[in-house]
RNA sequence: GGGCGAUUAGCUCAGUUGGCAGAGCGCCACGUUGACAUCGUGGAGGCCAUUGGUUCAAGUCCAAUAUCGCCCACCA
């Protein structure tokens, strides 16, 4: 039996020891086991370069309590961890090193620059596992997979090929999301669009042979040089000579057809709207409808290219300041006006990204959205909390066509080859020979890679060896539930859902449990920039993992942003320094000799001790089960402090200070037991304490995280006890209370004489003796029937069915005694008044449930009772 | 232009099916009893944003409004 906890609690002698200690011992291991359920969560795979931030410890910490205790309840609990080779993230941070370098990518060549990227991915990568190590996460380490493992990387190929053999992916000159910083197409998904206040710019375009013009309004003046035509509504009455005429585009002097398109809001702007088919979605429609050619005017930097006349070379903000000069200065421009606009910045970089035309490879969504809406709506994916599910919808319902393709080395290499000679394009595992349909031997391999999320889309199912046929995919997949920030709903789950049905024929998990996001003290969101983040590396570090887990799940709720405050922090590692100490209290108080299989001769505390336990097991549980992590935290938390630290060890010192062995034994096992359900139950929030605790305790059996999570019992149920505590517990705060507004010193004992005429009052006031002698400083307790032989100078304290006086006539100051009876007087008015005028409403007594109208009726005759004795006091004091 | 969230004690936030408003921190008073001052005991502090509705009963359900925040959207 090691007994000697250290004095204070140190969580950094001990975390770092724990971890190795379950890690080498094989307990995150999951192995298929037919004998039992299987339990699975795939951990979001943090970017192989990245580095621990609030976000992951969140999510982890979140996965790591909901796998923990699965695994406690006796699942096989299958937590799969792993990174992501993050593409295009990666990339730029290799970049910017070779820039420091003096070197670039282009000069080092594609194989060179992949080597230093592997060379970057080795060096950095792992070093957010040994973050999460630190928060103490138990997935199984020994399976952990990254993204462009051989593996996964044959499960991108082989989902690539049959989409395009399905006809599900295909390539085409598409306007698609350019960022002219990291040089690469982007989808969607990765633009983030940002009001701001801009300009709008009317400008006038001549109409050729006539001495008239047509006036369109634009806010991205830099674009007129790819115009192609002017378009109006065909309805539009002011416009109808105009249709079919020719306008020339000024400063160029392109001659350009005005057309007439329904497309065009009548209403807006002048009516006038000027076509760039090359940069713009609406006018790449519009031009296709009409016929119209393309014509782009971007280099890959933004610069304008050889299109764009004399601004050639120009970078695109600077070439519309010369633009807008020039129309003014020709006086084409007619308005200049203030104009609120969204702009679309890339994701990554923030750099504005522009819509062009460009020749990529698109996964046609469709088809694939239909049945991921379906799961949905079937209720078969289920997120947590539930308004999510709408966003997720939604999203689906308006999806586009997905941008694949990446101009990026860093990543998976499109799995298509191009034939030189007739430009046949040939999907394929191996690169061809020859030409599959001119024999011509002069066979490239596409130079694009796939977008990161491509990949981790099918994370699920590829980390479990798919396309192979595994025995690890029979027994793990379909996993139980995603944790994930609501952020990556777009880029990740959807992608994950569709990919799963269409691959696997089913969705990839049945729950989506969405965090919100940390925020700093001021609310506002963590960033590098701002540098307000907070380094859960920093927290651990000065309060334990325990004290930061406990408070990332406590004190908020499901998918709502969170506040981070320090204090937080402090008030729950001072939380495990209390269970350290009470643990000291109890290994202390623990005699080998007085340990016992059963429990022995209950007494009315330990009966209570254990049937609150009960009902916290319980509670806990269910609100486990339903996600309410929060919830069972601060359950298990309070039941830990207030019951069996506040009340419990100080109902129980008595009997372990006493002669009785026998009942000081069965304090003791009592003790034990109570807390080695309190270190099950704290165990999936509070890893590292509670193990370690654990591992100082008798009769331990291995490890705390495979012990059994405990199980409510009706047996152990005492409601009886429960109640009668509760009634003592009360008279006892009325006592304190009495003795603190007279200044009374603790060390002042004072008989006390309780005054009932009900037997069940007496029986429990008597059992409770020894509560009363230690708890309120009472000196000795004396039952009575009749109060008649009191006298005035007492304090007294009013019960429900029962007075407590208490004399010490010397210390009583009667002016004070009267107001505490005052105001005593003054809450129970209230309450009569509150309940009176329930019982007088006869649709209430009439519609009410009986059980509630009889509850009102017996409270109001307990006021009564308590209102008529606390009146005689205060008659009886002013009497005086 | 749509959609969502928040509004509860000085601060940060809980409040699970409608049935007497809670926690942590902070504040006030007292306390060196052999687990713990990273503590104990007691206390003060709330028109649950506003207005209407449903109901015997609303912080909780419904409808508007206001303020703050977020997401989505191809009106130049």
Redesign the pocket.
């Known amino acids: 039996m090691a007994k000697n906890l250290p004095?204070?609690?140190?969580p950094k002698d001990f975390e770092d020891r724990l971890y190795s200690f379950w890690n080498e011992g094989g307990y995150f291991r999951a192995e298929v086991d037919e004998a039992k359920e299987p339990y699975t969560i795939m951990m979001p795979p943090p970017n192989v370069t990245g580095e621990l931030h609030m976000g992951h410890a969140l999510n982890n910490t979140i996965q790591d309590i909901l796998i923990r205790w699965k695994r406690m309840e006796g699942y096989e609990a299958l937590w799969q961890p792993g990174t992501d080779h993050a593409s295009i993230s990666t990339e730029a941070r290799v970049v910017e090193k070779l820039k420091g370098e003096g070197r670039s990518k282009d000069e080092l060549g594609r194989e060179a620059f992949i080597e230093e990227a592997w060379e970057w991915t080795r060096k950095y990568g792992g070093r957010i596992n040994n973050q999460l190590k630190k928060l103490g996460v138990s997935c199984d380490w020994s399976r952990e997979k990254f993204t462009l493992d051989e593996g996964l990387s044959n499960a991108v190929e082989e989902v690539f090929i049959r989409l395009y053999e399905k006809d599900l992916i295909y390539r085409g000159d598409r306007i698609i999301n350019w960022c002219p910083n990291c040089r690469t197409a982007i989808s969607?998904a990765e633009v983030?669009?940002e009001?701001s206040m801009g300009h709008?710019w009317h400008i006038r375009y001549p109409i050729k042979g006539e001495d008239d013009y047509v006036t369109?309004?634009?806010?991205?003046p830099e674009t007129i040089l790819g115009d192609l035509a002017i378009a109006v509504n065909p309805e539009d009455s002011r416009y109808y000579d105009l249709i079919g005429k020719t306008a020339i585009l000024p400063l160029l002097n392109r001659e350009i057809p005005i057309i007439a398109d329904e497309?065009?809001?009548?209403?807006?702007?002048?009516?006038a709207?000027?076509i760039t088919p090359s940069h713009?979605?609406?006018d790449f429609d519009i031009g296709h409808r009409h016929g119209l050619d393309q014509c782009l005017i971007l280099n890959e930097d933004a610069t304008i290219n050889e299109n764009g006349g004399v601004y050639n070379g120009l970078d695109r903000y600077e070439a519309r300041k010369k633009i807008v000069e020039d129309l003014k200065k020709e006086d084409y421009l007619v308005d200049i006006k203030e104009h609120e606009?969204?702009i679309g910045h890339c994701e990554r970089c923030k750099t504005v990204a522009e819509p062009l035309i460009s020749k990529q490879w698109f996964v046609r969504m469709a088809d694939l959205a239909k049945p991921a809406l379906e799961a949905y709506y079937k209720n078969e994916l289920n997120f947590v909390p539930g308004?999510f599910g709408?966003?997720y919808a939604?999203?689906l319902e308006?999806i586009r066509d997905w941008c694949i393709s990446r101009q990026l080395w860093w990543g998976h290499r499109l799995p298509v080859y191009y034939c030189r000679d007739c430009d046949e394009v040939m999907v394929s595992r191996e690169e061809p020979d020859r030409c599959t349909k001119c024999d011509s031997s002069d066979i490239y391999q596409d130079p694009d890679t796939l977008d990161t999320w491509f990949s981790s889309a099918l994370w699920p199912f590829s980390t479990l060896g798919w396309p192979e046929d595994t025995e690890d995919i029979r027994y793990f997949f379909p996993t139980d539930v995603l944790v994930t920030g609501y952020?990556i709903i777009?880029f990740w789950v959807v992608r994950m859902v569709f990919s799963s049905i269409e691959q696997m024929g089913e969705i990839p998990f049945k729950d989506v449990f969405l965090t919100g996001l940390i925020k700093d003290s001021q609310?506002r969101k963590m960033s590098k920039s701002l540098g307000n983040g907070i380094d859960p590396l920093e927290v651990i570090d000065e309060y334990g993992a325990d004290a930061l887990r406990f408070t990332l799940v406590t004190?908020?709720?499901p998918g709502?942003?969170?506040?981070f405050?320090m204090?937080?922090v402090e008030?729950n590692?001072?939380f495990?320094?209390?269970l350290w100490?009470?643990t000291?209290?109890v290994l202390?108080n623990l005699d080998e000799e007085l340990l016992r299989n059963d429990l022995g001769a209950l007494k009315e505390e330990d009966r209570w001790i254990l049937s609150r336990m009960n009902t916290v097991i319980k509670e806990a549980t269910e609100?486990l089960d339903?996600y309410?992590i929060?919830?069972a935290a601060?359950k298990v938390y309070e039941f830990i402090?207030e019951e069996y630290?506040?009340w419990y060890?100080?109902m129980v010192?008595p009997r372990l200070?006493g002669e009785d062995i026998e009942s000081k034994g069965t304090a003791v096992n009592v003790l034990l037991h109570v807390l080695e359900n309190i270190l099950k139950l704290l165990h999936p929030f509070m890893p590292f304490i509670t193990e370690e605790i654990w591992q100082h305790l008798p009769k331990r059996k291995e490890a705390l995280m495979v012990s059994d999570w405990p199980v409510y019992s009706e047996d152990s149920y005492y409601p009886q006890v429960e109640k009668q505590m509760a009634y003592i517990m009360e008279a006892i705060?009325g006592i304190?209370?009495a003795r603190?507004?007279m200044?009374i010193?603790?060390s002042r004992k004072a008989p006390l004489l309780c005054v009932t005429q009900d037997r069940g009052v007496r029986e429990v006031l008597d059992y409770g003796r020894s509560y009363f002698i230690n708890l309120s400083n009472a000196s000795e307790i004396t039952i009575l029937e009749d109060k008649s032989a009191i006298g005035d100078d007492n304090l007294s304290v009013v019960l429900d069915k029962c007075e407590i006086f208490i004399p010490l006539r010397d210390l009583i100051d009667y002016d004070k005694e009267i107001d505490r009876l005052e105001k005593e007087k003054e809450k129970l008015e209230g309450?009569i008044k509150?309940v009176r005028g329930?019982l007088s409403?006869e649709?209430?007594v009439n519609?009410?449930?009986k059980d509630?109208v009889d509850g009102e009726r017996e409270?109001e005759k307990k006021y009564m009772d308590m209102m008529n004795r606390v009146v005689e006091r205060l008659e009886g004091l002013r009497a005086k």
Do not use: L
Not at 216 to 220: D, G, H, K, L, S
């Open positions: 004095k204070t609690y140190n969607d983030e669009h009001e709008i369109i309004a634009t806010t991205r497309y065009v809001e009548m209403e807006f702007g002048t009516g709207v000027k713009d979605p609406n606009n969204s308004r709408r966003v939604h999203w308006n952020d777009f609310g004190g908020n709720t709502n942003d969170m506040r405050y204090e937080r008030a590692r001072n495990a320094n209390k100490n009470a000291r209290f202390m609100n339903r309410e929060g919830m601060q402090w630290c506040d060890i100080e010192k200070y705060k304190r209370n603190q507004k200044n010193a603790p309450e509150r329930k409403n649709n209430f519609k009410a449930p509630v409270k």
